[in-house]
């Protein structure tokens, strides 16, 4: 398994991102960071310097981050020589978060784990959810995380884990209906079920035991675990 955390520039509560990195990573110190690869994206970089951690790569044009802290983390990759700097023209068409992502995929990432991907900014949060389509188009599993959602897609059958603490999950179909959806293990199961876009018909579900499947041919889903 090649796991990235990606910590983006949106909302990130400190203690909620401190619990993803002891899910993803156990301990995150420097000294044990083997196992995963982090990448700080733009003002995503001052919560790494608030809690202490050193990225592997840094993503970005820099219009948000404070300048004195990308300033001590460039003098910090001079010196140590492994940490990797991806400046970015602040006039694109891509944002800094979706060249973080294809960075982790073109360089073998299996899981991807995202933080600061939701906040304030809808139309940040929108569109990296979008982003998540290209990972399920290349198999990779991806994961929004935040304090009150756990967020993937998925294009095609899947067996879903439940989540401890995230007890809803809401299945919502993306660029268009979804047709001949079965969900097997699910409080509210359904047979060859069609969820079209504006139907919420797919929200607030909960997994009877350990796991759940949904199966369907063609077509993505968003799937989303969430908490009160």
């Not at 983390?73 to 978060?97: C, N």
């Not at 060249?99 to 299996?110: E, S």
């Not at 991807?112 to 979008?130: E, L, Q």
């Amino acid at each position: 398994m090649n796991s990235y955390i990606i910590i983006t520039g949106g909302r990130v509560d400190l203690q909620s991102l401190k619990g993803i990195m002891d899910r993803h990573m156990g301990d995150y110190s420097e000294d044990h960071m083997d196992d995963s690869t982090v990448i700080a994206v733009d003002k995503g970089l001052e919560v790494c310097n608030k809690i202490g951690i050193v990225p592997d790569v840094i993503v970005g044009d820099f219009d948000s981050a404070s300048s004195v802290v990308v300033g001590v983390y460039r003098k910090m990759a001079d010196k140590k020589g492994s940490i990797k700097f991806i400046d970015l023209d602040t006039h694109k068409d891509f944002t800094d978060t979706h060249v973080a992502l294809i960075y982790a995929m073109d360089n073998g990432a299996t899981d991807i784990y995202i933080a600061g991907a939701t906040g304030t900014r809808m139309d940040h949060t929108m569109a990296n959810i979008g982003l998540l389509k290209e990972c399920a188009d290349r198999r990779v599993n991806a994961y929004i995380e935040d304090d009150h959602n756990v967020i993937t897609m998925i294009a095609g059958s899947a067996t879903v884990d439940r989540i401890e603490g995230f007890d809803y999950v809401s299945l919502i179909p993306y660029g268009g209906s979804v047709a001949d959806v079965t969900l097997k293990g699910f409080e509210y199961n359904v047979e060859d079920f069609t969820f079209d876009i504006g139907d919420s018909r797919g929200v607030s579900n909960t997994i009877s035991a350990d796991s759940a499947r949904i199966e369907f041919e063609d077509g993505y889903m968003i799937v989303i675990y969430s908490r009160d």
